[in-house]
């Protein structure tokens, strides 16, 4: 009896023990539920999210398709009759990029040029022989087409157009204007002889100075600022240094300055002296004016100290910031490849596809304090430019290059910072980046990397024409789609962690034991390396623990330095590392590589397919064989050695026009101080079918045309 009320009693205890083990099995199961179920919704909404990232930014908030510039079919003359007029081809083929296809000067490229190219249809030409009343000559023509007009974009043709085609194509530019029709070319004016530059004409012409120029030009000469052009609502143009003759326009030689004075310089502010100074009291004024000019800095003593160098930090910003490629992306374009113009200059909203890092909207730069840098200080601003380190975000260098801009001097990036400060406001509130869903992102960023660490650098960069932005928003941000996906994402893994918790029954929701605890230790540090890598290479190269000048000093490394020993003249090792640091801060060292090798390919229907310039000194290859004012030509005119017109967005003349002589040499002595590669880069090709229908430059070899 003992022994059997030893079994009764005992049954209920080993019920009671076995009991929880058997039941265990459900609770178990209920947790992988959990955990299951909490996966498939996670994955949807990452699936979201990368569908949402190629949808969301597909097209343009408010597309634009105004057309305050005229376009043109590419290349230049590809649609013209075949009867056309020998001067009207070569109008087309040569001029309408910049001076447009009826003279009015709102060619495709002419946005960019400070100040515009000149409109035809008015008869007025600055740079003439003429009476002030007069048209400019043939002669006149002729000259500037030939020879060119000094520091511009305005190239020489001289070694392209034979001399029947350039009679021509003076010819067909006179008939644009109000005085066409009139029979007799207007003479020129009679230059008397230029006394001697003795201490009494330079007294003289200093007293004059004071009196005419100097409210202008300022006492020393340097100038600076902008004079309204006389014609109502036309661009201003620029105060001249009269420091720096070899900036003049029209030329420094004695006799042209005369005329200058002589004529006035319509339709720009600067009158006509001929009736206000007798000829002597002008030569006193010329001779003045010749005798501020400074040193060169490519000549024995010169040194830099152009526009890229003044103290006043808002005009060294405004100089810096058209010649860099800010207005490149900050600024919408059309279908054609055409900027905005003034109205939305800087406003930001352009489109860039970068997969598989993201899709991002160009920022709006002007200083708006709604939607723009308005509530910024210039010292975050600056360092926005240099880190990509912004008040709101971390900036990821496919979406703005900052990587090269981390080289700017920080009293340049400061300059450029003060002068956004200073320009007028532009609503437009620009949406945040869309990124793709984690997986996704993941799993593109190790298929495209060519090493480790997988970091997934874009095979292409598609800028989209339109504004992405929103000058008027909705009561939502556009990017609200992917807040609401994102945000699911973190609630469901919170409410995952606690449905996983609570799954369990009370007495096993949490470990018990030493055993226990270290198990679930382990699991959870496990858990935290494997998510602390994914998100590291999911961020990568958006890394706050990354300090961005490591970043950009790795950049700047692989940017050849020139020697300074291997000058001649300290004069030219000088410029030669003004040069460096402008391949670096522009977008030279972006499109052509850190070698200037080029190669890279770029596509769009409106110009077809392209290929970057071997910039090196390679005579066969590169531009070895060039001489220096073909180089500056292609710089500032986007005109080839052979005569080929470049298009605007193919190689960024039109921003590059505005940089000054002192620039532009010094970026050629860094070319030529290259080390040579030989690399043959395949001729362009003319649009076709298949070519992107959007902009698309191209980070990965590739040697055939159209968008594959």
């Known amino acids: 009896m003992a022994i059997a009320s030893m079994f009764i009693s005992q049954a209920p205890r080993d019920e009671m023990v076995l009991a929880p083990t058997v039941k265990s099995k459900k609770p178990l199961r209920r947790r992988w539920k959990v955990l299951l179920l909490v996966l498939c919704v996670l994955l949807l909404l990452d699936l979201g999210r990368s569908l949402y990232a190629r949808l969301g930014y597909a097209e343009p908030a408010e597309p634009w398709q105004e057309a305050p510039y005229e376009a043109l079919a590419w290349p230049p003359g590809a649609d013209l009759a075949a009867d056309a007029t020998l001067g009207q081809r070569v109008y087309v083929e040569r001029c309408a990029i910049c001076h447009g296809p009826e003279g009015r000067g709102d060619g495709p490229a002419a946005p960019s040029f400070v100040p515009r190219p000149r409109d035809f249809a008015l008869g007025e030409y600055k740079y003439k022989s003429t009476p002030e009343d007069q048209p400019a000559s043939a002669a006149d ?34 008939d644009f204007s109000l005085f066409a029709g009139d029979e007799a070319d207007p003479q020129a004016i009679a230059i008397p002889a230029r006394p001697a530059p003795d201490a009494a004409s330079l007294a003289r012409g200093q007293a004059l100075y ?118 490149l992306c900050h600024t919408q374009i059309n279908s054609d490849m055409i900027y905005s113009g003034d109205k939305y200059y800087l406003a930001g909203g352009m489109g860039i596809e970068a997969y598989p890092q993201g899709t991002y909207v160009s920022r709006n730069l002007t200083p708006d304090i709604e939607s723009g840098l308005g509530a910024w200080s210039t010292a975050e601003i600056a360092d926005a430019i240099r880190t990509g380190r912004t008040p709101e975000r971390r900036l990821n260098m496919w979406g703005m290059p900052w990587m090269f801009f981390h080289s700017f001097e920080p009293d340049d990036a400061l300059a450029i910072a003060s002068y956004l400060k200073s320009r007028p406001a532009v609503k437009n509130h620009i949406p945040a980046p869309l990124r793709y869903g984690f997986v996704e992102t993941l799993f593109a960023k190790t298929l495209h990397s060519a090493g480790l660490p997988p970091i997934g650098n874009p095979r292409r960069l598609t800028y989209k024409a339109g504004n992405f932005g929103q000058t008027e928003p909705g ?32 007495g096993r929701r949490w470990p018990r034991g030493m055993r226990g605890w270290t198990v679930a230790s382990l699991t959870l540090a496990g858990l935290g390396i494997v998510s602390g890598s994914a998100w590291t290479m999911y961020e990568t190269p958006v890394l706050a623990f990354v300090p961005p000048a490591k ?10 330095a020139p020697d300074p020993g291997s000058f001649a003249k300290p004069e030219q090792a000088a410029l030669a590392t003004r040069g460096r640091y402008l391949f670096t801060v522009t977008s030279c060292a972006f499109c052509h590589g850190s070698d200037g090798s080029g190669g890279q390919k770029v596509s769009m229907r409106a110009f077809g397919s392209l290929w970057v310039r071997n910039i090196t000194p390679d005579r066969e290859t590169g531009i070895g064989a060039w001489s220096d004012s073909e180089i500056a030509r292609a710089i500032r005119s986007g005109v080839s050695r052979q005569g080929g017109v470049l298009h605007w967005q193919g190689m960024v003349w039109d921003h590059l026009s505005n940089l000054a002589e002192e620039d532009v040499r010094a970026l050629i002595v860094y070319l030529r101080s290259l080390p040579p590669v030989r690399k043959q880069v395949p001729a362009a090709s003319p649009p076709s079918a298949d070519d992107c229908s959007e902009y698309t430059f191209f980070l990965v070899p590739s040697s055939q045309p159209g968008c594959g």
């Open 551 to 560: 970043i950009g000093e790795a950049v700047a490394a692989t940017i050849p």
């Open 141 to 174: 023509l002729r000259r500037t087409v030939t020879a060119c007009l000094p520091a511009s974009a305005m190239p020489y043709w001289r070694d392209i157009l034979s001399e029947a085609e350039i009679e021509a194509v003076v010819a067909y530019i006179q």
């Open 475 to 506: 009561v939502l941000p556009r990017d609200w789609p992917q807040q609401v996906l994102i945000g699911a994402q973190w609630l469901l893994l919170l409410g995952g962690l606690v449905a996983f918790v609570m799954a369990a029954p009370a």
């Open 210 to 327: 004071g009196k005419s120029c100097a409210e202008c030009h300022a006492a020393d000469g340097r100038g600076g600022g902008w004079l309204q052009v006389r014609k109502k609502g036309d661009y201003p143009v620029p105060i001249r240094d009269l420091t720096a003759p070899w900036s003049f326009r029209g030329g420094h030689d004695p006799e042209q300055l005369w005329l200058r004075l002589t004529t006035g310089l319509r339709p720009g502010p600067m009158p006509e002296y001929a009736t206000a100074l007798s000829d002597i009291e002008r030569w006193d004024l010329v001779n003045y004016t010749l005798s501020l000019g400074r040193r060169p800095a490519w000549q024995a003593g010169g040194e830099l100290a152009g526009p890229g160098q003044q103290a006043d930090l808002v005009k060294r910003g405004e100089y810096l910031l058209h010649t860099e490629m800010c207005g």
